[in-house]
């Protein structure tokens, strides 16, 4: 009778065991999925207003492009 007690309270033991692993895997997992939203979330906010000042920069700069042959005739 004391062997198979003894079974049972190790059956539990491990499915007690077995759950909390589980809780704690699902704990990361939601974790994890939220660090990796915010961490989206902010890479898309940087990336529109460096996107908008690239644009910007590229604009003002238009004016100043010159042809490699101008830029030749400008160094002589």
């Known amino acids: 009778m004391s062997a198979a007690q003894d079974i049972a309270r190790e059956e539990r033991s491990a499915a007690r065991l077995e759950a909390e692993r589980l809780k ?3 704990r990361s997992a ?3 999925a939220r660090e990796d939203e915010r961490a989206a979330a902010k890479f ?3 990336q529109s207003k460096r996107t908008a ?3 910007k920069t590229l604009a003002k700069e238009k004016t100043k492009l010159v042809s490699y042959a101008e830029l030749l005739r400008m160094r002589k």
């Open 24 to 26: 704690a895997e699902a």
């Open 30 to 32: 939601r974790t994890y």
């Open 44 to 46: 898309e906010r940087g």
């Open 53 to 55: 000042a690239r644009t």
